[in-house]
């Protein structure tokens, strides 16, 4: 399973500081992502081949980033001007 949660501005601090705790507590999940809406950027964890997700996540940033994760649900490779296409003026 994957969860995108995108950032608002009244609940980024939750967003931020509880979600991912939450979240990352789920036996189903995989990969949870957290992306700005006012920039091309967003924070990744991923569960591992060892079934654990990282104590920190991996920022990718800038429309020619490109999230690349290979993960017990397979690979995933997803540009990120390609979620931001049509939303973000570059």
Known sequence: ML???VLS?????R????????YLGLASLD???VVSQ????CLVWARGTDGEFPSE???????GAVVELS???GNL????????RGVLKT
Request: charged share 30%.
């Open 38 to 41: 006012a920039e091309a950027a």
């Open 77 to 84: 490779r997803l540009p990120l001007d390609a979620i931001y």
């Open 71 to 73: 993960c017990r649900a």
């Open 15 to 22: 967003d931020l500081d509880e979600k991912p705790a939450e």
């Open 9 to 13: 501005p009244s609940s980024c601090e």
């Open 3 to 5: 969860i995108v949660e």
């Open 31 to 33: 990969v949870y992502i």
């Open 57 to 63: 996540p991996r920022e990718f940033a800038g429309a």
